[in-house]
């Protein structure tokens, strides 16, 4: 059996599909960076990315298989990292871990938490990418995988 494909169908190989590189040339020059810098500091500890329609998502291999972390995304000069509370809590203590996320933070980075999610937002910067990466890793990372 033959399907025909029209002009206005995707084989899925084009720009529309999810990518780094579609996200990155739609983020300024800033955001790109604040993402490069959060990407390379979460990726020396052993997370994974994955790209989605509006950022880019961070996982976690453990033993009990691969656990989500964190979202990123970025618009107007800030960064919004997503930490999402149902993929950890059967892991961690979700609590505590955005307790000692909070109290760590630089004065600059807002918290939002909401029942499912837990929201970092910050100024995007190379330099508050490593310091959320930080954050990150020592409070939420480690935690998962330590389990």
């Given at each position: ?139 939420v990372v480690r935690r998962v995988t330590a389990e």
């Amino acid at each position: 059996m033959e399907q025909q494909v029209s002009e206005t169908e995707t084989d899925g190989t084009d720009e529309t599909r999810p990518s780094e590189a579609r996200l990155l040339k739609e983020w300024t020059q800033d955001e790109a960076e604040t993402y490069e810098a959060f990407k390379n500091e979460v990726l020396a500890a052993g997370l994974y990315p994955q790209a989605k329609k509006s950022g880019m998502s961070f996982l976690a291999q453990t033993r009990r298989g691969d656990v989500f972390v964190c979202f990123f995304s970025a618009s107007s000069g800030q960064v919004i990292l997503w930490i999402r509370n149902d993929s950890m809590q059967a892991l961690i203590d979700f609590d505590k871990a955005c307790e000692a996320v909070t109290e760590s933070a630089p004065q600059d980075f807002r918290f939002a938490r909401k029942p499912t999610w837990f929201m970092i937002r910050l100024p995007a910067s190379a330099e508050n990418a490593r310091r959320a990466a930080s954050l990150v890793i020592a409070e939420v990372v480690r935690r998962v995988t330590a389990e």
